[in-house]
């Protein structure tokens, strides 16, 4: 028997023993442990608020087996098989954590929601947090929304506005976890948050507060920092530590005994980013379009430090807008650091990006990088001029503006252009309808048919250059991805494609197929000759055979 004959008879069997055994077989479905379906072809990991990646669930053990009495898995084909109460996230029970300045409110919020560096901005400066941040949590099988508030400070610059941002959370929140420092002790602060809880929630009975002594990192010391919490009348304190994790079971088990248990929806948002240098408007832009306060406007420069998320429905989809932080080139400062990183975090997970520019100011380098972080991520972009209104009008400044800013942002030539004024609405609707444009086509799937009848046009157009006496020949090309389309040019030699004839392919592509607001990949292959699998049969051994006779 030879040993190509040998390899085939060792991979039929195999295939039997696989088919016999179940991890094999046709009919296997991959499910989790505890019986949830696993959402297969989620975009991105997350990012601000909601983890999109699996819905804020941790992964699960995956087990396939044929025979379901041997498994603690359910199949898709078991008729017994009950699928959960579907909950939609913006129904779901809010948790509200409030406290003092530097408690640690924004690391117990990290800590149950899971995203710990991902999530919002630790420092041990007081007043990092100024705007309320959301995300999705569950714990033992009940979901529920966490809400981290700024610090409450009657001191504090932006005291006011903090303090509407906790009055919303108040208002939604169904409990209500008032967050206090076991290494400080009670102080007046406490006493002053609980006074003003019992003051707002006196005609709503049905809210839960929840004592939560952070900070106590030793279980034998833990339980002694917390008795003197006891002389709020708030009942029961829980020693926790946000650092380690300890405590925190308990605190959940008294957090979600009344909540519902169910399953996420799918979630379909498309997310879009505001970004831009600090001060040019985009908390301002965000509020116009949701309709209300939801992020804090201060002339201030680094006001927002936070992505702060929003969601809202347009045209029947459901949209949420992120509020990122003013990024800066160079910074000494961690605060202004960890803002920067987590506005490049909401860049890399946002679907279409709003770039804002503050037309009194013109465009800096720093609008230059950031479009080209925008740029290396393959993100569409719509191009804001905000403060449109400090403009002095005359025939030819709209048209002037637009030059300027296309002449500038030679990195996204394929962005739309605004000129548009927060302040005054004009043409802030505009956003919302180009998003929908832009997004459609950023999800695009183009026909093979029609991508190589353009791209024949296109090449008796202009013929591709020659470089050093060769001469880039492309045979055709097809789509292999969308968000955002990617097109792989099958031609003669890859190298021979120059970035002027790329960008010319580009411009022909976008005007063929409307692509005006989205990036197109390229990817371009040689079409090289077919692998020739040798014959073993006919493969000269490397040894003498006749020399082994002799042995």
């Known amino acids: 028997m030879s040993i190509y004959t040998l390899g085939v008879c060792i991979t039929a069997v195999f295939i039997a023993v696989g088919l016999s055994s179940g991890f094999l077989h046709p009919n296997s479905r991959f499910r989790p442990q505890n019986g949830k379906i696993i959402k297969e072809n989620k975009l991105k990991s997350t990012y601000h608020g909601i983890n999109r ?28 098989y009950d699928s959960e109460t579907k909950l939609n996230i913006q129904e779901l029970p809010v948790l509200a954590l409030v406290g003092r300045p530097n408690v640690g409110k924004s690391s117990i919020f990290n800590r149950i929601t899971k995203l710990f560096h991902r999530g919002s901005i630790v420092s041990e400066v007081a007043g990092t947090t100024r705007d309320r941040q959301y995300s999705v949590a569950d714990w033992n099988g009940k979901y529920f929304r966490v809400v981290d508030t700024g610090g409450f400070d009657k001191d504090e610059q ?56 952070n900070k106590c990192e030793s279980y034998r010391i833990g339980n002694v920092l917390a008795e003197q919490f006891w002389k709020l009348g708030l009942g029961k ?17 008294a957090c979600v005994e009344n909540f519902q248990d169910g399953q996420l929806e799918e979630d379909n948002d498309i997310f879009v980013s505001f970004v831009g240098r600090p001060n040019c408007g985009k908390s301002s832009l965000v509020n116009r379009i949701f309709g209300k306060d939801r992020c804090i406007v201060s002339p201030d420069e680094g006001t927002t430090r936070d992505s702060t998320q929003v969601s809202i429905i347009h045209d029947g989809q459901k949209i949420t807008l992120v509020d990122t932080a003013g990024m800066k080139l160079l910074t000494k400062d961690r605060r202004s650091y960890l803002s920067q990183k987590s506005s490049l975090k909401s860049i890399r997970a946002s679907d279409v990006c709003i770039m804002v520019i503050d037309s009194s100011w013109g465009i800096s380098k720093n609008e230059l990088k950031i479009a080209e972080e925008i740029r290396n991520e393959n993100k569409p972009c719509i191009i804001v001029c905000n403060k449109w209104d400090l403009i002095d009008k005359d025939p030819y400044v709209y048209k002037n503006a637009v030059k300027y800013v296309r002449e500038k942002m030679h990195s996204l030539s394929y962005a739309e252009i605004l000129l548009t004024s927060a302040k005054s609405g004009q043409r802030v609707d505009n956003i919302m309808q180009l998003v929908h444009e832009i997004y459609k086509q950023y999800c695009t799937n183009l026909s093979t048919t029609l991508i190589n009848e353009v791209l024949k046009e296109a090449l008796f157009t202009q013929k591709p250059p020659a470089t050093h006496g060769k001469r880039l020949n492309i045979y055709y090309a097809c789509q292999a991805h969308s968000r955002p389309p990617g097109i792989v040019l099958f031609c003669n030699d890859e190298r021979l494609l120059t970035d002027d004839y790329k960008e010319y392919l580009e411009f022909f592509f976008r005007k063929s197929f409307g692509l005006t607001g989205t990036p197109i990949m390229w990817y371009p292959r040689a079409r090289r000759p077919r692998n020739i699998i040798p014959d073993l049969r006919k493969r000269k051994p490397d040894f003498d055979t006749k020399s082994l006779l002799t042995l």
């Open 237 to 253: 304190p829980y020693p926790i530590s946000a650092l380690h994790g300890n405590g925190l079971a308990d605190l959940l088990d």
């Open 53 to 80: 990646g699996n819905n804020g669930l941790s992964p699960s053990f995956f087990v396939n087996k044929a025979n379901p009495e041997d498994s603690t898995c359910t199949f898709a084909e078991d008729p017994e």
């Open 158 to 213: 932006y005291s006011e506005p903090i303090k509407r941002q906790i009055d919303e959370a108040i208002v939604e929140a169904s409990v209500i976890v008032i967050v206090v420092d076991a290494q400080e002790g009670m102080n007046v602060g406490d006493t002053e948050i609980r006074d003003y809880l019992f003051k707002v929630l006196q005609n709503r009975p049905d809210v839960k507060i929840v004592l939560c002594v």
